[in-house]
């Protein structure tokens, strides 16, 4: 696997479902981030992982929790989403903060 | 309120000729700003970037032009090609302290026409 990979590439949830995505770079970054994008709308930054430690959280809300066990790996726990949680969710990773962005292809979640 | 404006939402292009898209930011602490493009179905692909020391940086068939006092930044691409079609979004940057700003617009879809 090269760049950066995202699974599942669709996924549907119930409001009551706990779910993770994730995302895995092949591509050496320091940093990774999730973006949401919802339809008619500019990419939304979330969060923000340089060297593992987080060093942005958009307000967002509780409800999604990222985690980032090393270099390579971000997740996105989610639980209790709302129906305008619905979007395309992408990550992308930089060698260091505020580089070029690499991004993964997107998971697209509907929540029911 | 919206930090990074493109202001056109789609452009059609005939193939061989000149595309420009534009992008306005309001925020002058931005010093980094880059060019994506996105097919459907997948995640946007770097294009180009270019530091807020510069005015102009090339690469190829693609251009960004740099005005900081008008906060306007430009992409060319010359000549534009089919496979160009896609929706094109302008991001800035800035590290605060304490915090971390990493702002796309809203992209715009060319259209290039054989």
């Known amino acids: 696997e090269t760049g950066v990979t995202q699974t599942p590439r669709h996924l549907v949830m119930g409001m009551t479902n706990k779910k993770s995505l994730k995302c895995e770079q092949h591509?050496?970054?320091?940093?990774m981030y999730w973006y949401k994008q919802s339809a008619k709308k500019p990419l939304e930054l979330m969060f923000v992982y340089s060297l593992e430690e987080r060093v942005e959280n958009n307000s967002v809300p509780s409800r999604f929790s990222p985690e980032c066990p090393n270099s390579s790996h971000l997740f996105l726990h989610l639980h209790t989403l709302q129906p305008e949680d619905s979007a395309l969710y992408l990550c992308?990773?930089?060698?260091?903060?505020?580089?070029?962005?690499?991004f993964g292809p997107g998971t697209r979640l509907t929540v029911t | 309120d919206q930090q990074v404006k493109q202001n056109s939402p789609s452009l059609s292009v005939q193939e061989g000729r000149i595309s420009i898209l534009n992008c306005d930011y309001t925020n002058s602490m931005f010093d980094y700003f880059l060019w994506y493009k996105k097919y459907p179905a997948e995640g946007p692909t770097f294009l180009i970037s270019i530091s807020s020391i510069k005015d102009k940086n090339e690469d190829g068939r693609f251009t960004v032009f740099l005005n900081k006092s008008a906060k306007h930044l430009s992409l060319h691409i010359v000549p534009s090609q089919p496979g160009d079609s896609a929706v094109y979004f302008c991001?800035?940057?800035?590290?605060?302290?304490?915090?971390?700003?990493?702002?796309f617009g809203t992209g715009t879809r060319l259209k290039v026409l054989a």
């Open positions: 591509l050496g970054h320091n940093a």
């Open positions: 991001a800035a940057s800035a590290r605060f302290t304490g915090t971390y700003k990493y702002i």
């Open positions: 992308a990773s930089s060698q260091d903060l505020g580089g070029e962005q690499y």
